[in-house]
């Protein structure tokens, strides 16, 4: 059964065009994450302690796009997920459309292993959104009600995980308080009181750089591609278990569902009033932006504190979900002005071909940081990055509008389609008149 005409019709162009900042916010993230040594990802105040301009690069990127641009792609993916299985059952049944749904994100997750094990990209999201997606299906005709309590037990889970975390370790650090005040004092000391002092040194040892794991990790990573693949199979294994199903279930969840939810309240629709995502934007970026400066300000200023920097923590998706809702009404609301027309028509390209993008990312990634390639790994400052993330930018924005006015998907997205209908789709634009 032909398929192709699925996803050609009925497209909104505000979700295509915010995918595509989207796509290219998270290379800000991940370049940083494919650059540099995990102890100094986002210990920039250790790397840069006179807060010159690699600081505040630094400092800029993570306030403005460090989960914000993969919370967006993440809402955008449970929008897509029930906008596909409504136009799939306009076309099938429902049983075709369930199997049709599910073959596609059983093949997500294969892209998603070759970009975490052959591209070696060991954040990748792909692999996580398949399994969600699948989980996902069950929400696709939940009510509001439903999305509202789903999407509170998962804000309540990463608020009192850190919490619960920040309040050990402050207990821990007052333990350990009362231990020196008993050496102090010529006190004997008991095996649980060494024990504390052995745990409260094992937590500041993880809060500094460790020097024997950032030379371990550029020396590898400095290496041949067998060599980096090795390394990157634990890594990878560890980010599809134990961080997957104690973490990222709860954030990716709690965005897939927003994104359900306000396409349920018609927030993508023309319709909507201008005035009415300004409001939210200024508010959604307003209330955002002031928790993550106050919430970066804080770790910054206490980073070798781990119960401060901790606390502080403790607030970062409180003040992320807004900062996301309020980013998206702003791409909206600017996007609706015929004076970004152009702009917003190249967005549209990315985001239309975001997993070839995405894909990409780690190609180039891989290439221009890694042994095997250019070798840049621990070589960049952060004002050098930026200016290469920058540029990868340029070509993909550039590389995408050429691209889409040839052929109806990009690459992988025609692979991929091809693959889910287990039939050739049409590509190029002249095959279909």
């Not at 371990?216 to 997957?244: C, K, L, P, Q, W």
């Not at 990222?248 to 909507?272: A, H, N, S, T």
Request: proline fraction near 3%; glycine fraction near 6%; charge should be negative.
């Amino acid at each position: 059964m032909q398929q192709s005409a699925i996803g050609q019709t009925q497209r909104i162009r505000s979700i295509d065009i915010v995918r595509g900042i989207a796509v290219l916010g998270i290379f800000t993230m991940n370049a940083a994450d494919m650059a540099y040594p995990q102890d100094l990802v986002l210990d920039f105040r250790a790397t840069d302690p006179d807060m010159g301009w690699n600081y505040w690069v630094a400092f800029t990127s993570e306030v403005l796009f460090s989960g914000k641009m993969r919370g967006l792609f993440t809402l955008l993916f449970g929008v897509s997920s029930v906008l596909i299985v409504e136009r799939l059952t306009r076309k099938v049944d429902d049983y075709t459309a369930a199997d049709y749904y599910f073959r596609r994100l059983i093949w997500l997750l294969v892209l998603g292993l070759a970009n975490a094990y052959i591209f070696l990209w060991w954040g990748d999201v792909l692999f996580k959104y398949a399994l969600l997606g699948m989980l996902l299906f069950s929400f696709r005709q939940a009510s509001i009600k439903i999305l509202t309590v789903a999407m509170l037990t998962c804000i309540a889970v990463l608020t009192v995980q850190p919490y619960t975390d920040y309040r050990e370790i402050a207990d821990l650090e007052q333990q350990y308080i009362d231990v020196q005040s008993k050496q102090r004092s010529a006190q004997p000391l008991t095996p649980d009181d060494y024990e504390v002092v052995n745990d409260w040194q094992e937590i500041l040892a993880d809060t500094r750089p460790d020097s024997e794991s950032i030379e371990e990790e550029i020396r590898i990573n400095s290496g041949n591609y067998a060599v980096i693949f090795d390394y990157n199979v634990t890594r990878v294994f560890e980010e599809h278990t134990s961080i997957f199903y104690a973490e990222d279930v709860w954030d990716m969840m709690l965005f897939m569902l927003l994104g359900i939810m306000l396409l349920r309240m018609k927030y993508f629709d023309e319709q909507v009033p201008s005035l009415v995502h300004m409001a939210i934007a200024l508010l959604g970026i307003g209330v955002g932006l002031y928790v993550h400066v106050w919430l970066n300000l804080g770790v910054s200023a206490n980073y070798l504190d781990p119960v401060t920097s901790l606390y502080y923590l403790t607030f970062y998706d409180l003040g992320r979900v807004p900062f996301v809702v309020g980013y998206m009404s702003l791409t909206i609301l600017i996007f609706r002005s015929k004076i970004f027309k152009y702009i917003g028509d190249g967005m549209a390209a990315v985001g239309r071909m975001a997993l070839s993008n995405y894909l990409m990312q780690s190609i180039i990634g891989a290439f221009v940081f890694y042994g095997f390639g250019l070798a840049q790994f621990n070589q960049m400052s952060r004002l050098d990055l930026a200016v290469f993330v920058f540029l990868v930018w340029i070509f993909q924005v550039t590389f995408s509008v050429v691209w889409m006015r040839l052929f109806y998907y990009g690459p992988v997205e025609w692979l991929w389609r091809s693959l889910t209908y287990w039939e050739t789709q049409p590509l190029r634009r002249t095959q279909m008149g």
